[in-house]
């Protein structure tokens, strides 16, 4: 260690190494995803968002909601995220490569979002997630600063809150979502993996057939999954 | 009292480096207070989800990005680079050098945070785990540490002996390569965002970057310098502390895939977090086999750091497990993984930061500690609040983690289960509080001393044991 330019050569050639092998190597082999073409929809998936999803990404992020959600369902076999209903197949990159900034969380103090606006046989509608922002839930925190309480001047708003009992709004008054509560719930109807493509596909579907009912899932997929068998082990690794 | 400056020991090093160096150390203690009352609210809120969340700047969500920059960014930084400096000084036998370098550097570094609190409080927050101060101040708390590590790299490259220390080797690794991986990671995720789930891949590189490639070494310089010093011993095979360090500078950031594991990114980069947390356990090893004989010294800057150093090998065993994907399966996602975290940056890092600091500061005012009794106080709630903390977190994860394996357990329930941990998570970060309040008491009184008082040099001699090896 006495021959100082040598050490410090050391120490950036260790970060280097890390960032081209971590960094770089995922980038050369995720960078260029494309959205997956599928001939018999006639379209591409995933499909980009709308501007006002958009917006509510950015209200997610700032609220800092990640701190308590997670947006990736692993696999069947992996954990219970499946069977809890918060999707019906695997989350994968390609998911989110519309998404600025993708909200993979990293905490599940609350349920997983990935597939909010999917889930299945009861998904949320925009009026649902308007009053649970602004009654919260015992579980929830309350977001009332993103609602406007208001004054009914004339006629009352459209997108007025349809609220009874004692949360309801005082006599001649009105509880409107502000322009950032309508994004985010925007966002979070955006929220839906219903696309399946062949590298969400449980893998190794030949051998598991038949296998326990995690592999349920494995047994309706494999039809489909056998063309693009190629492709989804490139993707997988 | 403990750990009063010999007078053989008080040296125009320290007297020189005093003013820079206290303002690093007081202002960390500051951040550690602030970041102390918004860990109590943070775990208020996972207890009572309504508290406060009327306020829009402290929604559960930004009351825990401003906790962590706080304490990361505020605290762990202030308090490292002042330790490492230090040891930088001491060993390269010069006073600091571009002192003025290092106090602007510093005062900039905290106008950053502070203005980065701000910022987060007000909703520009990036979404990635310990970076989540605002853009805009990137660039400024980058350009404000390149300042304060020209001090450290004189200090190295002007020392005055050839040889070198294993505490020269982490203080050096630690300001040199923050700031390489510091703005790569804002190139990758701030300024020219990479696509996708690769962000998270770029973020998890940065975090465990962070702690492996900054905050560890800079606890570690700490306590390879102070261990031999106090205990008055030779470090034992400390032929294989070159081993360790390079296995911890270039295995670290390898394992920045430990929380992805069964995620939406390729398998590899799980399967090579992996393996660096396996072999990163030589590192922890040898940490350990160098550092073994702090049981042997006494004080209470020792009682600290023996503690950092045993949560830092213990915290190095269990990334190692948790990263096996059948144990990831039950861990990821739970209040486990917090405990981990919180058993790295408070357990290890802080723990041998508060030990130097308990060293250092009567060396540089030339006093002892204004106050025993608060010392005493301080060791035994820091102590108590971590094990509150530590032990409600870990057992909390524990049955979260099993009740998330239940699809058939709602997550009402789950939440119901957690209470009664929780409220020993909040307790714990009650008591931390407080601990810390009676420290910053006790450095302002010790500071305050040294500014009015000239420094008495025929306080409290130690043996002269202690004065052997090391530098």
């Known amino acids: 260690m006495k021959n100082g330019p040598l050490f410090l050569l050391g120490l950036f050639v260790a970060l280097v190494l890390s960032w081209a092998g971590v960094v770089l190597g995922s980038h050369a082999q995720l960078g260029a995803l494309t959205p997956y073409y599928d001939d018999t929809e006639s379209g591409a998936f995933p499909s980009r968002s709308s501007g006002v999803a958009t917006r509510g990404q950015l209200v997610y992020a700032d609220l800092g909601c990640a701190a308590c959600h997670t947006q990736q369902v692993r696999r069947a076999d992996f954990g219970t995220d499946q069977e809890r209903g918060w999707g019906t197949r695997q989350s994968v990159a390609r998911d989110y490569i519309f998404q600025p900034k993708p909200q993979l969380g990293a905490s599940r103090i609350g349920p997983d979002l990935a597939n909010l606006a999917g889930r299945k046989p009861s998904a949320p509608d925009a009026e649902d997630l308007l009053k649970f922002l602004y009654l919260g839930s015992q579980n929830h925190p309350v977001y009332k600063f993103l609602f406007e309480d208001r004054e009914i001047v004339g006629q009352r708003a459209a997108t007025a809150l349809k609220l009874t009992g004692s949360a309801a709004a005082s006599a001649g008054h009105e509880i409107v979502p502000t322009e950032r509560a309508r994004s985010l719930v925007a966002y979070l109807l955006s929220l839906n993996n219903a696309y399946d493509y062949p590298e969400a596909r449980p893998f190794a579907v030949a051998a598991a057939a038949g296998h326990g009912a995690a592999e349920k899932h494995d047994a309706k997929a494999a039809a489909p999954a056998a063309g693009h068998a190629e492709k989804k082990e490139g993707e997988k690794k | ?471």
Not at chain 2, 76 to 84: D, E, H, I, R, S
Not at chain 2, 107 to 113: A, H, I, M, Y
Not at chain 2, 425 to 433: N, P
């Open chain 2, 1 to 471: 009292m403990t750990n009063a400056p010999t007078t053989a020991e008080v040296t125009a090093i320290d007297t020189q480096s005093r003013c820079p160096l206290l303002f690093l150390i007081g202002s960390g203690i500051v951040w550690l207070v602030v970041s102390g009352i918004l860990a109590l609210i943070t775990s208020l809120q996972l207890q009572a989800p309504h508290f406060l969340t009327d306020c829009p700047w402290l929604t559960p969500g930004r009351a825990q990005a401003l906790r962590e920059t706080a304490f990361v960014y505020g605290w762990a930084a202030n308090a490292g680079l002042a330790v490492a400096l230090w040891v930088l000084a001491r060993l390269g036998g010069e006073a600091l050098r571009a002192r003025n370098w290092l106090f602007f550097g510093a005062l900039f570094w905290n106008l950053g945070v502070t203005v980065g609190l701000i910022g987060i409080a007000t909703g520009d927050m990036t979404s990635f785990a310990l970076l989540q101060l605002p853009g805009y101040v990137q660039p400024v708390m980058l350009f404000a540490y390149g300042a304060m590590a020209v001090s450290g790299v004189l200090a190295w490259t002007g020392r005055s002996t050839e040889r070198t220390f294993a505490a020269q080797w982490y203080a050096v690794a630690a300001l040199f390569l923050f700031p390489w991986l510091f703005s790569a990671a804002q190139i990758v995720l701030i300024w020219a965002p990479v696509r996708g789930t690769l962000q998270a891949i770029a973020a998890g590189w940065y975090a465990q970057g962070m702690w492996t490639l900054w905050l560890a070494p800079l606890a570690l310089s700490g306590a390879y310098y102070i261990v031999p010093k106090v205990s008055g011993r030779v470090l034992p095979s400390y032929e294989f502390s070159s081993l360790g360090f390079w296995t911890l500078i270039f295995v670290g950031a390898w394992t920045g895939g430990r929380h992805l594991i069964g995620g939406p990114v390729p398998a590899w980069i799980a399967t090579l977090a992996i393996a660096a947390c396996a072999l990163l356990i030589g590192h922890y090893f040898i940490v350990f086999l160098n550092l073994r004989i702090a049981r042997c010294g006494r004080g209470t800057a020792m009682a600290f750091i023996l503690f950092g150093l045993l949560a830092y090998v213990l915290g190095g065993m269990l990334d190692a497990l948790t990263s096996f994907r059948t144990v990831a399966l039950k861990t990821q996602f739970t209040l486990v993984a917090v405990a981990q975290q919180e058993l790295a940056l408070y357990g290890a890092a802080s723990m041998m930061f508060l030990g130097a600091i308990y060293f250092l500061v009567p060396r540089l005012t030339g006093f002892a500690w204004a106050s025993g009794g608060l010392i005493s106080a301080h060791r035994f709630l820091t102590r108590l609040g971590l094990f509150l903390l530590l032990g409600g977190l870990a057992i909390g994860g524990w049955v979260q983690a099993g009740d998330l394996l239940n699809a058939k357990i709602a997550f009402a329930d789950i939440a119901g289960h957690l209470k009664p941990w929780l409220l020993a998570v909040a307790a714990g970060h009650a008591v931390l509080l407080l601990g810390n309040l009676l420290f910053l008491v006790n450095f302002c009184r010790s500071a305050c001393v040294c500014s009015t008082t000239a420094p008495a040099t025929t306080l409290f001699r130690q043996p002269s044991t202690l004065e052997a090896t090391a530098s």
